[in-house]
């Protein structure tokens, strides 16, 4: 019963930060297509609900992970991509998680 309860948790936890994730993409898209357009369309003007593109995913990560976004000074989007990348490495330990319950699981024979 309590791996059912934790596993029924881990989703509503990863369900929310998939939809936090999307938001702030959003925001972030809007802000750099408004404010920064030679850095939207570096990115390869993207958009949070669009159709996946590796190219637009590969430059996005590199654009919070290089810490491109500091070059603009724009506090905006600073904290935007402060809260993108502190949602990532969130959902990253949530879901390393609850792959590590359902593999218990398996092994264990269920709960």
């Not at 936890?13 to 030679?38: A, G, K, M, Q």
């Not at 502190?86 to 792959?99: K, N």
Request: hydrophobic share 55%; charged share 15%; net charge positive.
């Amino acid at each position: 019963m309590k791996a059912d309860i934790v596993f029924w948790f881990l989703i509503a936890v990863l369900l929310i930060w998939t939809t936090s994730w999307f938001v702030l993409l959003d925001l972030l898209f809007r802000s750099l297509s408004r404010r920064h357009p030679e850095y939207f369309r570096r990115l390869g003007e993207p958009g949070a609900f669009g159709t996946p593109n590796p190219f637009t995913n590969r430059a996005l990560m590199q654009f919070l992970y290089r810490a491109e976004y500091r070059k603009l000074n724009d506090a905006t989007v600073t904290m935007l991509c402060h809260a993108l990348i502190m949602v990532f490495a969130g959902y990253l330990v949530v879901f390393t998680g609850f792959l590590a319950l359902l593999v218990s699981l398996l092994f264990t024979g269920g709960p």
